[in-house]
């Protein structure tokens, strides 16, 4: 993702944030000085956001160490306005552990939320008439900042409960219908209530609150697109990869120059090859690379091929190709046989026409 600041690594997954992540903050400086605030309120509602999105870290951090014990990675988590991101090597297609890992991040919050309660005097707060209760959390320090805090978390765990796909709570609720029925109709019937619920939020965000707007978008597309995903994944079940490979490639050699790659894209459809020397694998081109490097007319394949490419057995499941695609962000792989033999390629074109294919004779 473009526009990022990295923070550093937890537990061996990068954290960063979006650059989208600062507008938020000159938003409630913004409201503050509205309000009348001053420079030290407008530092207490900055530190308040960032100790609240230190808090959703640690949720995205429970989502991620508990995928971790089912042998899946986390590539990084990434901060955005509307909160943060885990990205998943895939989500567990086993119930009861997606179910694991969808509770893992409200999990997290309930923790924090019962330490919280130890130095909050809540009950003090809750005795309170509301004119002094008023009066005491309009006064910033820490104390208030500690009450907000716990508020914070309370409502995250609630927010994400919430039965709209694909938020934790959308999840949960795939994860207990995939007990009963596929995973694709759970993952059906689950995304289908967070587009609806998601079209609740907009109009109730177009009278009320603007922010409930983008929460309704991310709700929608991110419903549709998991539906999209598990749809596809199950049209490629029971077929391999060599059922939509492609077999009739051109393979370029290290000594070859950007002119003749050059010439071998305007001279057929491929747009991404297979590098061989003396019969091996030694990276691959890919067309967005090609073209980044194209004035260079004399370049050597070799210095600028990928070398960290990733293969795929003709004879392995076609639905790992999703996996892998989205574990190593790439779009084309070389396919060997039994005898490690390079028989064909396949990339993301050729599987999206496999399954428009098959979507087509299963209607």
Excluded at 200 to 221: E, K, R, S, T, W
Aim: hydrophobic letters at 55%.
């Amino acid at each position: 993702m473009k526009g990022v600041l990295h923070l550093g690594r937890v537990a061996g997954i990068k954290i960063e944030v979006h650059w989208t992540f600062s507008l938020l903050l000159i938003w409630v400086v913004y409201l503050d000085i509205r309000r009348g605030g001053d420079l030290n309120s407008a530092l207490m509602n900055i530190a308040l956001i960032l100790f609240l999105f230190l808090c959703v870290v640690l949720h995205e951090l429970g989502h991620a160490l508990t995928a971790r014990k089912f042998n899946i990675g986390t590539k990084k988590i990434t901060l955005l306005p509307i909160g943060g991101v885990a990205s998943l090597e895939k989500m567990p297609e086993k119930p009861q552990q997606e179910l694991l890992v969808a509770l893992a991040g409200p999990a997290v919050n309930v923790v924090i939320a019962m330490l919280l309660l130890i130095v909050v005097p809540l009950r003090t707060y809750l005795s309170m008439d509301a004119e002094n209760l008023e009066a005491l959390l309009t006064t910033l320090n820490f104390n208030t900042l500690l009450f907000y805090l716990l508020i914070a978390n309370i409502m995250l765990v609630v927010f994400n409960l919430i039965p709209a796909f694909p938020m934790d709570g959308g999840r949960v609720l795939r994860a207990l219908l995939a007990f009963k029925m596929s995973r694709a109709k759970a993952t059906e019937i689950a995304a289908t209530l967070g587009q609806t619920l998601a079209v609740v939020f907009f109009i109730l965000g177009l009278f009320f609150n603007p922010f409930l707007v983008l929460i309704a978008l991310f709700i929608f597309i991110g419903a549709y697109g998991e539906n999209q995903m598990v749809k596809q994944t199950t049209l490629l079940e029971g077929h391999l990869v060599r059922d939509a490979m492609l077999t009739q490639i051109t393979t370029v050699t290290p000594t070859n120059t950007m002119a003749q790659i050059i010439d071998l894209l305007l001279a057929s459809t491929e747009k991404d090859f297979v590098v061989v020397e003396e019969g091996r694998i030694v990276g691959t081109l890919i067309h967005k690379e090609i073209i980044n490097r194209s004035k260079d007319r004399n370049l050597l394949v070799r210095d600028f091929m990928n070398t960290r490419y990733h293969i795929m057995r003709e004879e392995g499941p076609l639905s790992e190709f999703f996996e892998l695609a989205a574990r190593e962000n790439q779009r084309f792989f070389p396919v060997i046989d039994h005898s490690e033999n390079l028989v064909g390629a396949i990339d993301m074109t050729n599987v999206s026409e496999f399954l428009l294919i098959k979507n087509t004779l299963a209607q």
